[in-house]
């Protein structure tokens, strides 16, 4: 049995323990004079008897998967030759490796000999018993927790209390999962980063003019040691992004304001869903627009007027990158704009003041904290864009605030620099995690630029 058909067959035996619960609760109530006498809803009998036959079995499954594999190739790995077993670990990885390619159907290293194939033989058989013992016990399990939990149920049982509680772990137990993934991303890109730093000082690294981080294979090579000054990524970040906030907000802000309070409920149940759709639309297609539509407009614009444009520009990029990001803003400041209270528009209208008055004095300043936000979300979309960056403003990482002269950011440098087969320990590939730090740093004083400005104007509003 396949895991999925496995996990279908879960899903129905949960779905009959359900069922079997509940009504087992109706069964021992009616002596009593019905489900009155229960201490909980017979639906919180049957989700228990359902988390009964469920949990146990999914916690065998994936310990028995994750198991699965490291067992049946040292089985596989006890059956070989004894001349094979007897290699380095990196070359008995290989054969393994071979192994495994034989069996899935890949292509293997080398040339595939008998004793290859029947290792490949005994690895299918191990898989298909595994497969069929996992299959058991897992549907033991479910079965037997299905059977207590249908024989603990009683009038006194108190079984919100306990589906509740299970339902607290599990949510607590997911939070868990987001927080040490966060502090597992956060350390490792720490971790490498500091690596990197043994190489290229902190203050080369923050001042430097100069990004260069191509490594020479021999030390007589012209730039063997590299330029790693990020000022150029994190000028060009800034550019592109301030172009594209330039775009994205007023016209975000303007477009929710019209739609929350001027537009008729027809129109805005038309545009609103179709300004959305700019959000659907993926970045490659806009990289496309802005390398074969927008950036040769502008440099022919640019001809026209007598200005040196070049074929890539922060302009073209960030124009495009604007209008992708329009409904990060329009979309989020739209709902809280709706949701101030109609009382305070009521007031203000009775105090005598105009609609547009209202709008300003009024319904932005206690939509201020939603609109932050809205701008906050818009910010870290610019700064963490790649791919239109890739196609309409190049690769070359210029110093200069003109807008209509190729520049690069740091989430394409990150890219370029993992994509190769530069070795994982030189300085060359540990920028990238350097530049992921600096990154996070700036995303995580921005969010507490945006805390302090929520709070400061939700005390005054609420």
């Keep these: 049995m396949t895991g999925a058909a496995l996990v279908l067959v879960l899903l129905a035996l949960a779905a009959v323990a359900f069922h079997l619960g509940r009504k087992r609760a109706f069964a021992v109530s009616a002596p009593l004079g019905g489900a009155k006498h229960l201490h909980s809803l017979p639906g919180y009998y049957g989700s228990l008897a359902a988390l009964w036959c469920a949990v146990p079995a999914v916690i065998v499954l994936v310990l028995w998967l994750s198991l699965e594999s490291r067992i049946v190739e040292n089985l596989v790995v006890s059956g070989l030759p004894e001349e094979v077993r007897a290699l380095p670990p990196e070359r008995l990885d290989l054969v393994v490796n071979d192994i495994r390619n034989l069996v899935e159907g890949n292509i293997v290293s080398g040339e595939v000999d008998p004793e290859m194939r029947a290792a490949a033989g005994r690895y299918r058989e191990l898989q298909r018993t595994s497969a069929a013992a996992s299959a058991v016990v897992v549907l033991i399990v479910a079965v037997a927790g299905l059977g207590v939990a249908w024989r603990r149920v009683a009038p006194a049982l108190r079984a919100r209390n306990q589906v509740e509680r299970i339902v607290r772990f599990f949510l607590i137990a997911c939070s868990t999962v987001a927080i040490f993934t966060t502090i597992g991303i956060v350390l490792s890109v720490l971790f490498e980063a500091i690596r990197f730093f043994g190489h290229v000082p902190l203050t080369d690294f923050l001042l430097g003019l100069d990004w260069s981080p191509q490594m020479a294979i021999r030390e007589d090579q012209i730039g ?86 070049a074929s890539e520009s922060a302009l073209a990029a960030g124009l495009v990158m604007g209008v992708m990001i329009i409904p990060f803003v329009s979309s989020l ?103 992921g730090l600096v990154l996070f740093t700036i995303t995580l004083c921005l969010n507490v630029a945006a805390l302090h400005v929520v709070r400061k104007y939700r005390e005054q509003y609420e």
């Design 224 to 309: 063997s040691s590299g330029a790693f000054g990020a000022v150029p990524l994190f000028a060009g970040t800034l550019l592109i992004s301030f172009i594209a906030m330039t775009v994205a907000a007023p016209v975000g802000l303007f477009a929710a304001v019209y739609l929350a309070e001027y537009a008729t409920p027809a129109f805005r149940s038309v545009a609103k869903p179709a300004l959305e759709i700019l959000a659907g639309v993926p970045t490659v297609v806009y990289g496309f627009f802005a390398a074969l539509v927008v950036a040769p407009l502008i440099r022919d614009t640019g001809t026209v007027l007598g200005l040196d444009v």
């Design 333 to 435: 400041s739209d709902d809280v704009i709706n949701a101030v209270p109609q009382s305070l528009r009521d007031g203000s209208y009775g105090l005598g003041a105009t609609r547009s008055e209202t709008i300003r004095r009024v319904v932005l300043p206690a939509a201020l904290p939603g609109i932050v936000g809205g701008l906050l979300l818009a910010i870290s979309r610019a700064i963490g864009e790649t791919m239109i960056v890739v196609m309409a403003a190049g690769l070359a990482a210029n110093l200069t605030a003109n807008p209509l002269q190729a520049v690069t950011t740091v989430t394409v440098q990150i890219v370029t620099l993992l994509v190769g087969d530069q070795e994982f320990d030189s300085p060359k590939t540990l920028a990238a995690f350097a530049l």
